[in-house]
């Protein structure tokens, strides 16, 4: 289970794992799930129109993750933010839907960035994931403090001077470059789950945003790892065990939360 072509499963997912348990901590954080959503789903038109032109399905993803985030960010400006990720989220779409019925020998390929094909990272495949994801990583280290100002306290961040238009950019470029690496491992459509899961369990498991980050990043390994090997002994789709643990450890962050509020005693400091 460690050698030859697991051993690039397990970094591979690793990876995926840490940046999408910081990106997504920021995205519930700062209310920006639905763009969680829309940016893999919607990158799915790069990888698709990169294929039929030949060439890396991991470029065409960054691009159009890269141009999917712009779309959010510009449209924001004019309409709210739900209806700005929804244009930009269908135009997207139909983009991949014409790409797709251009090509006839697609298919494979398009199942595999869907649903994610975790067994199958190659050599040549691990070094861009953790390329990008070492990039995504060190912007969230440059912007934390700022970022963490605006999420958290946006009124206190624009009275500081801190642009929200322009974090929200900052950010939603950050999800993008993050979005690019993580869908070839866990696909467009399940890697939702490990990006919102994860850190909605955390941030129910303790209101500390550090603690909660931390928290976010362990539970989202624990999911990626766990899922590997249930997928490896089961053949079942590693999208399956990873949706189904991420809504297992957001309810035992709903009733621990329960249970803290209304059970146990309150000890004030």
Same mark, same amino acid.
């Given at each position: 289970?460690?050698?030859?072509?697991?051993?690039?499963?397990?970094?591979?997912?690793?990876?995926?794992?840490?940046?999408?348990?910081?990106?997504?901590?920021?995205?519930?954080?700062?209310?920006?799930?639905?763009?969680?959503?829309?940016?893999?789903?919607?990158?799915?038109?790069?990888?698709?129109?990169?294929?039929?032109?030949?060439?890396?399905?991991?470029?065409?993803?960054?691009? $159009? &993750?890269?141009?999917?985030?712009?779309?959010? !960010?510009?449209? +924001?400006?004019?309409?709210?933010?739900? @209806? #700005?990720? =929804? *244009?930009?989220?269908?135009?997207?779409?139909?983009?991949?839907?014409?790409?797709?019925?251009?090509?006839?020998?697609?298919?494979?390929?398009?199942?595999?960035?869907?649903?994610?094909?975790?067994?199958?990272?190659?050599?040549?495949?691990?070094?861009?994931?953790?390329?990008?994801?070492?990039?995504?990583?060190?912007?969230?280290?440059?912007?934390?403090?700022?970022?963490?100002?605006?999420?958290?306290?946006?009124?206190?961040?624009?009275?500081?001077?801190?642009?929200?238009?322009?974090?929200?950019?900052?950010?939603?470029?950050?999800?993008?470059?993050?979005?690019?690496?993580?869908?070839?491992?866990?696909?467009?459509?399940?890697? $939702? &789950?490990?990006?919102?899961?994860?850190?909605? !369990?955390?941030? +129910?498991?303790?209101?500390?945003?550090? @603690? #909660?980050? =931390? *928290?976010?990043?362990?539970?989202?390994?624990?999911?990626?790892?766990?899922?590997?090997?249930?997928?490896?002994?089961?053949?079942?789709?590693?999208?399956?065990?990873?949706?189904?643990?991420?809504?297992?450890?957001?309810?035992?962050?709903?009733?621990?939360?329960?249970?803290?509020?209304?059970?146990?005693?309150?000890?004030?400091?």
């Amino acid at each position: 289970m460690f050698t030859g072509l697991m051993l690039n499963t397990w970094i591979a997912a690793t990876a995926v794992a840490v940046i999408a348990g910081v990106t997504g901590f920021f995205a519930v954080l700062r209310g920006s799930t639905f763009a969680a959503h829309a940016i893999p789903n919607g990158a799915f038109a790069g990888a698709a129109g990169a294929s039929l032109l030949g060439f890396n399905a991991i470029a065409g993803l960054a691009v $159009f &993750s890269v141009a999917g985030a712009l779309g959010i !960010a510009g449209l +924001s400006r004019r309409a709210r933010h739900d @209806v #700005a990720t =929804a *244009l930009t989220f269908v135009l997207m779409l139909g983009l991949g839907a014409l790409f797709v019925s251009w090509s006839t020998e697609y298919a494979q390929q398009a199942y595999s960035l869907l649903f994610g094909e975790v067994f199958g990272v190659s050599s040549a495949e691990v070094a861009p994931i953790a390329g990008i994801g070492a990039v995504s990583i060190a912007l969230i280290i440059v912007m934390f403090r700022p970022l963490m100002l605006s999420s958290a306290l946006p009124e206190v961040a624009a009275a500081r001077g801190l642009s929200p238009q322009r974090m929200e950019v900052a950010f939603l470029l950050v999800m993008a470059l993050a979005t690019a690496m993580t869908v070839p491992v866990t696909g467009a459509l399940l890697m $939702f &789950s490990l990006m919102i899961g994860p850190p909605a !369990a955390a941030r +129910s498991f303790t209101p500390n945003p550090a @603690v #909660a980050l =931390a *928290l976010s990043v362990g539970i989202a390994l624990i999911t990626v790892w766990l899922g590997i090997v249930l997928s490896y002994h089961t053949n079942w789709p590693l999208g399956f065990f990873v949706g189904i643990t991420g809504a297992v450890f957001f309810l035992l962050g709903k009733a621990f939360k329960i249970i803290r509020t209304n059970v146990l005693p309150y000890h004030p400091s």
